[in-house]
């Protein structure tokens, strides 16, 4: 009976642990995905300020003349 639960236990804990290690590697790719997002957003506003700041160079020396 002893030999039961210990195997027991050993095959829960390797399921747990396999279980752990899926929401670990899901958890990785999340988080591989959010940092591409991001990436993202930092690049397109980059390029939104860039463009902004144009238009106000151009409205300042439309102003100007």
């Given at each position: 009976?002893?030999?039961?639960?210990?195997?027991?236990?050993?095959?829960?804990?390797?399921?747990?642990?396999?279980?752990?290690?899926?929401?670990?590697?899901?958890?990785?790719?999340?988080?591989?995905?959010?940092?591409?997002?991001?990436?993202?957003?930092?690049?397109?506003?980059?390029?939104?300020?860039?463009?902004?700041?144009?238009?106000?160079r151009?409205?300042?020396?439309?102003?100007?003349?």
């Open positions: 009976m002893k030999n039961i639960l210990t195997i027991a236990a050993l095959v829960l804990a390797l399921g747990l642990i396999g279980f752990l290690y899926q929401q670990l590697s899901r958890t990785q790719e999340a988080l591989k995905a959010a940092e591409q997002h991001f990436a993202d957003c930092q690049q397109v506003t980059f390029q939104l300020q860039n463009k902004l700041s144009m238009q106000e151009e409205l300042a020396k439309a102003k100007a003349q």
